[in-house]
């Protein structure tokens, strides 16, 4: 293999908008499914030293194989806060708020915007609001059908008002419906007024990036971030290149990974103009290597699009867009299990493999091939592992062998 292998990393993970999952079991999944990632790459790996702060919850992972080693310093960007506010409102506030939020993605014709890019993210887009209202449908024929048997109006309002109360004590907690409102309630209002807390708390590890840069002894900063992670991740990664142009350029190299990305979600709506500027300016930065990944079977992201020219921004230095298939990373059985469950497959970019493909989360963040070297590889790091888990000494990609076009999908 061309190039020194890494053997220390910097890991800040931001993950998405994720009510279900608090950053206490993110630990414990990162655990489970790394030992998945031993079994499939043959690998030894050992998590420890866990410490919060207010901003991130940090450990360290050590893996290695027969003639590598690599040890991670991994901080996983807090954000469950903020999550819990929105969570934490009434639900005729979310519900009233929600109905605003779906008016302002479909007049501004964000909407119409998702169905030309990606049908499915659409889907994903209505489907929150379209099954609150047929379950408003199924409240008020309950109200009618008890007008028709007693013709009492009371009666008919009492009934209606029951099946009211059966939706929101149902279906609206098992479908999770609230916190879907409350995804796009965030995101809307991210998108016009942005949010406080989450940019002091940017500013901060923006900060620390920084100095890791100039200081640390790592061979790389590696900022990856999945689903609407990816919007905050542009935005650390702009205030970083502000207090340090030459961010990427001095001592360690910064790759930026978006997998399973909203970038789009709030690059679409018209009214994003601060984000669209803060995108072009990590883009232009030539020193900070971008690559994206998509599934086509995720409805959460938006698979085949080329961020930058989706958004009408120059793509003179866009992502190198890698599409995956999940059907590969996973054993037949467990792939026929959840592939109608698009949570789980949109987790499944932060999840082990059960086999080798050319992308895997865990190979990405504590493997011994750089994240950018893996990228540009067609076939990841598949073919610089041996079966036994060693490096295999076979070039690795260069810089200078980028595709033609950098945005094409692989």
């Given at each position: 293999?061309?190039?020194?292998?890494?053997?220390?990393?910097?890991?800040?993970?931001?993950?998405?908008?994720?009510?279900?999952?608090?950053?206490?079991?993110?630990?414990?999944?990162?655990?489970?499914?790394?030992?998945?990632?031993?079994?499939?790459?043959?690998?030894?790996?050992?998590?420890?030293?866990?410490?919060?702060?207010?901003?991130?919850?940090?450990?360290?992972?050590?893996?290695?194989?027969?003639?590598?080693?690599?040890?991670?310093?991994?901080?996983?960007?807090?954000?469950?806060?903020?999550?819990?506010?929105?969570?934490?409102?009434?639900?005729?506030?979310?519900?009233?708020?929600?109905?605003?939020?779906?008016?302002?993605?479909?007049?501004?014709?964000?909407l119409w915007r998702y169905l030309q890019t990606n049908w499915r993210y659409a889907l994903?887009?209505?489907?929150?609001?379209?099954?609150?209202?047929?379950?408003?449908?199924?409240?008020?024929?309950?109200?009618?059908?008890?007008?028709?048997?007693?013709?009492?109006?009371?009666?008919?309002?009492?009934?209606?008002?029951?099946?009211?109360?059966?939706?929101?004590?149902?279906?609206?907690?098992?479908?999770?419906?609230?916190?879907?409102?409350?995804?796009?309630?965030?995101?809307?209002?991210?998108?016009?007024?942005?949010?406080?807390?989450?940019?002091?708390?940017?500013?901060?590890?923006?900060?620390?990036?920084?100095?890791?840069?100039?200081?640390?002894?790592?061979?790389?900063?590696?900022?990856?971030?999945?689903?609407?992670?990816?919007?905050?991740?542009?935005?650390?990664?702009?205030?970083?290149?502000?207090?340090?142009?030459?961010?990427?350029?001095?001592?360690?190299?910064?790759?930026?990974?978006?997998?399973?990305?909203?970038?789009?979600?709030?690059?679409?709506?018209?009214?994003?103009?601060?984000?669209?500027?803060?995108?072009?300016?990590?883009?232009?930065?030539?020193?900070?290597?971008?690559?994206?990944?998509?599934?086509?079977?995720?409805?959460?992201?938006?698979?085949?699009?080329?961020?930058?020219?989706?958004?009408?921004?120059?793509?003179?230095?866009?992502?190198?867009?890698?599409?995956?298939?999940?059907?590969?990373?996973?054993?037949?059985?467990?792939?026929?299990?959840?592939?109608?469950?698009?949570?789980?497959?949109?987790?499944?970019?932060?999840?082990?493999?059960?086999?080798?493909?050319?992308?895997?989360?865990?190979?990405?963040?504590?493997?011994?091939?750089?994240?950018?070297?893996?990228?540009?590889?067609?076939?990841?790091?598949?073919?610089?592992?041996?079966?036994?888990?060693?490096?295999?000494?076979?070039?690795?990609?260069?810089?200078?062998?980028?595709?033609?076009?950098?945005?094409?999908?692989?």
């Amino acid at each position: 293999m061309s190039g020194k292998p890494v053997a220390k990393r910097l890991v800040f993970h931001i993950g998405g908008y994720d009510p279900i999952t608090s950053h206490t079991s993110a630990q414990r999944r990162f655990v489970r499914e790394i030992a998945r990632f031993q079994r499939t790459w043959s690998v030894n790996a050992a998590v420890d030293g866990l410490h919060e702060t207010a901003d991130q919850i940090r450990w360290n992972v050590r893996t290695a194989g027969p003639d590598w080693l690599v040890e991670t310093d991994y901080r996983l960007v807090r954000w469950h806060d903020v999550i819990e506010v929105f969570g934490g409102r009434s639900i005729g506030s979310r519900i009233s708020i929600g109905i605003l939020t779906f008016l302002d993605f479909v007049l501004t014709g964000t909407l119409w915007r998702y169905l030309q890019t990606n049908w499915r993210y659409a889907l994903f887009f209505l489907y929150p609001f379209v099954t609150f209202g047929l379950l408003i449908a199924a409240a008020f024929l309950i109200g009618v059908a008890a007008l028709k048997i007693t013709g009492s109006i009371p009666v008919a309002t009492g009934g209606g008002l029951f099946g009211l109360a059966a939706v929101l004590a149902g279906p609206w907690r098992w479908l999770h419906l609230g916190d879907l409102f409350d995804d796009w309630i965030f995101s809307c209002e991210y998108i016009r007024f942005g949010n406080s807390e989450i940019e002091q708390r940017l500013d901060r590890l923006a900060a620390e990036l920084v100095a890791a840069a100039s200081n640390s002894a790592a061979d790389e900063i590696l900022v990856i971030a999945h689903s609407l992670g990816a919007v905050l991740a542009v935005d650390l990664l702009d205030r970083a290149l502000k207090q340090d142009p030459e961010l990427g350029r001095n001592k360690t190299p910064v790759t930026f990974l978006s997998v399973g990305s909203s970038i789009l979600k709030v690059g679409l709506h018209p009214k994003a103009t601060r984000f669209r500027v803060t995108m072009e300016r990590v883009a232009k930065s030539r020193a900070i290597f971008w690559g994206d990944y998509q599934a086509l079977v995720d409805p959460l992201n938006f698979y085949k699009s080329r961020p930058m020219a989706e958004m009408g921004l120059s793509t003179e230095n866009e992502a190198i867009v890698r599409v995956v298939r999940f059907s590969r990373m996973l054993d037949d059985e467990i792939y026929r299990r959840i592939r109608l469950h698009f949570f789980r497959l949109h987790n499944q970019f932060v999840s082990g493999n059960d086999k080798r493909t050319s992308y895997d989360y865990f190979m990405l963040t504590c493997g011994p091939i750089s994240a950018k070297s893996q990228t540009l590889a067609p076939d990841g790091a598949v073919s610089m592992i041996a079966d036994d888990g060693g490096l295999i000494a076979s070039a690795a990609p260069s810089e200078g062998e980028l595709p033609s076009r950098p945005g094409a999908a692989a």
